[in-house]
């Protein structure tokens, strides 16, 4: 074959493209087709007895015949292997299809198949250099060889049609009936959802030319469904180009339905583990390694490790069930088949698994042990229900012998076959005189037992209806002893399937019980009596009631569930005038005008409404009337009344307080002008001081001034007189000066604060400017007392507001820090402070403290009530406070707090806006009279 010539054939029958083959379990090639030669161009001589079916330095040589031995050893055939063949003058790629097969007696594995070329234009090499026919082939043998293989086919385009030459298994999942079939009519076999992948491997052969695989199904409903593996082959042309595809086809049903039946036998099988909690496992003496499935690794806590080692394994059994490797290997060493035992498993929780295990022994020829195979069953579940059931059984034992009550059991034959310790000491018997004893048979031995007519009768009654009877009995001592009430359950005893198997009997002492009855009995009878009195007594109350209401001062009223006026005191209508019928069963808001309810007094009426319909208590609500004497003022409190949860309605009391109101006005009205008074008082002391020293002053000079006159009529004026009068004037006239000027500054400041105190008209002022001028007339006020003022207020804080009343409540704070905080405070000095800062609202917040004696929680509660004081009969009027709050409050549009510790002063915060409230004129009037 050295010096033939290669000449390139295309064959068109494509029933000549597969030559046999068969070689042994090492790979050697011990038969070929007499056709190996025409569709390779190989020699087969050269070949024959040549291991691994290529060349030693080839990939698919080497990886070949491992494939191979893979496919012999899980008992499926392979296809599609591929190697490269070589007579050592020239190769060619072919791909390989077979099975394994055992031959001889020697029971040798053979591999046997058929092979095909993957290029159809293929270099072939012929002896004199002459292209031979491929017709020489048997294709019928080849074929029939191929299906009883691995029912193998083939199919290629007929140049001159068009159409599909199918040969080999696909004509029956097809259906065919003709040996051709159009391209559309094969896709319109092929399963919907495969149609995508089959139309892209065919794509993939003839873009790369290159062979594709794809499986498909084939048939129009899964239930006829066939599974087929097709590998597209390309026919290349003489310039290298693909002309068309060859396919080979294989029948992969039975292999898809047996991969499908391995994969539910497994899942069936993992289920299985799962719903009974049951895990396998294998040991591998040789590894020293126990392997666990996944629900195995679940019951022995290892989830995610495959296998633990012997001692790992090992050290997860409790320390006192390890005893059980050690019955293994004895079992392994006497050749018994399996063991069972069960243990307990320390998790890595710190929870403890009870675990049944169960193994065979697998031993080779010599007896050695080659494997363990075993289940795991978590046995906790029923573990600790067993426990439980031995700790109700031991709870219901102490029960039946510690309850306070008998309890007798007899069977149906009226013998006693259970009894607890209180059944023997109410029958003053011991267990052992009542076990097994008839009824007849314990009265015989107590007189503390019914009558046995009844006892028999209750039992049959159970029986019959598979109720409980009850009854009572007295036992009355022959001695003279207080006689003993018994009460008698009786109930059935009842086996697995229903029927009765006893009657158990539960004996209880109720003496006390019947006791308790008796007295109880007497005592409703005594409050029946108390009842009829009260009743009587109740009556009379209500009568008084009304007679007191109708002569209060007060309204009281009731409002039902609807806020509807229920009842009203008749001195309401007494002082009004007003006719009932206008007002009983009316809405208490239909009973005012809508002036005075949404303006004159919209925002207190609204407060009131809101607390009835929201059916919260009525504190201190104060609303305007006019009434014909003219408008008064009252007050109105009230209560919500409830039922079992439910709302019935209000009951509450008007009062009038028209001229506490006035009264109140005043005595604001007389407070601040005592507080101003205080300040008069204040300045005229301290400026009799520098006046008083300045009257001095002129006195003096006056006398030196006469001395010198009189010197200079007698002219004997000297130097020294003349010298001293002069130093006296200078002295006496810095002193005058600076006298007048303090009377002026105090004046001046006395006057701005005067001026702001009798003034209740809106400016714009400095708040510094204002605290200075209270400050300086505050410590006038308190010369010669050790009190020190310290003022931190900024100079850029203005307020358009009204300085009057801020004023007031600033000396007020002052007085009252003064009069009530640094009045007995010891040798230690009085500190009052004054400290001003925007807050981050924007509003502005004025801080009052002193270090005095404090106030105790009750009194800083009550501190801004009107008249309330603690120094009562001292000079405390109890308003200054309240002053400092209707203030704030009404005019100012402000809040005021308090807080203090007894023995470490007190804080007063006031904060206001920058600018007052609109139109506060009205306010201002009822504040100021």
Known sequence: MGGEKAVTQRHDMTGDLFF????????RLSHLSDNFNLLTGLDPESLLGKPRFGRPENADGDTLLPAMLEAARNGVPFRGLPAVLSDGLSGCRVSLIGRASVSGEAGNTVFEGIGFCPDSGQTVHQPGGKAEAAHAVNKTTILDRMRNLARVGYSS??????????????????????SEISHEGIRSHIFADDLAAYDEARAKAFETAEAATVDLRLGSERSECHHVRLQFEPVLGDDGSVESLFAVHQDITQQKELELEVQNSDRSFRRAQRLGVIGHWTYEPGEKRVYFSEQAQSIYDCVGHDFLTFSEARDRVHPNDRSFFDKMRAQTADGEPGFEAEIRVQRTDGSTAHILVASEFDFDDTGRLKRTFGVLLDVTPRVEAEAARRDAEAVMTDIFENTDSGILVRDLEGRFIRANTRAAIQLGLRIDDILGQTVDGVLAKSDRMEASEKFRDAALRVVATHGSVTYDYTYVPESGAPATEFRVVNFPISGPDGAVRGVASMRYDITEFVQA???????????????????????????????????????????DSELKLAWCSDNFFEQTGRDPQDYIGHPLTSLVTEQERFVDQ?????????????????????????????????????????????????????????????AQTQLIESERLASLGGLVAGISHEI???????????TKLTRSLKELDDAYAAQKISQALFSRVLTEMKEGLGIIQRGLERTSDLISHFKQVAVDQTSHKRR???????????????EATVSGQRIEFATEVPEDIELDSYPGPLGQVMINLIQNAILHGLDDIGDRPGKIGILAEMTEAGTL????????????????????????????GSGGSGLGMHLVYSIVHTVLGGTVSVASVPGEGTKVSVVIPLAAPENPDKDIAEETG
């Open 20 to 27: 046999e083959w068969r070689a042994d379990d090492r790979g």
């Open 688 to 698: 009799n001081t520098p006046v008083g020293a300045s009257y001095t002053v002129v």
């Open 764 to 778: 714009t002022f400095s708040l510094a400017e204002l605290s200075r001028d209270i400050v300086a007339t505050m």
């Open 845 to 872: 917040g004025v801080l009052v403290s002193d270090n005095g004696k404090g106030m105790s929680p009750n009194v800083a509660r009550r501190v801004f009530e009107p008249f309330f004081t603690t120094k009562l």
């Open 517 to 559: 009855q008796s007295a109880l009995k007497n005592l409703n009878e005594s409050l029946e009596q108390t009842v009829r009195m009260r009743t009587r007594e109740l009556r009379r109350s209500e009568e008084r009631f009304r007679n007191i209401a109708s002569a209060s001062a007060d309204w009281l009223w009731e409002l």
């Open 157 to 178: 385009v007929d140049p001159a049609s068009g159409n599909v030459r199918i040969v080999g298994p696909m004509r029956e999942m097809l259906g065919m009936t003709e």
């Open 602 to 662: 919209r925002e207190a009426w609204d407060a009131f409404v809101s607390k009835l319909e929201s059916r919260s208590p009525v504190r201190g609500i104060e609303i305007v009337r006019t009434h014909p004497s003219g408008q008064r003022i009252v007050r109105i409190n009230a209560r919500p009344v409830w039922s079992d949860g439910n709302f019935v309605g209000f009951q509450g009391s008007t009062t009038d307080i028209t001229e506490l109101k006035q």
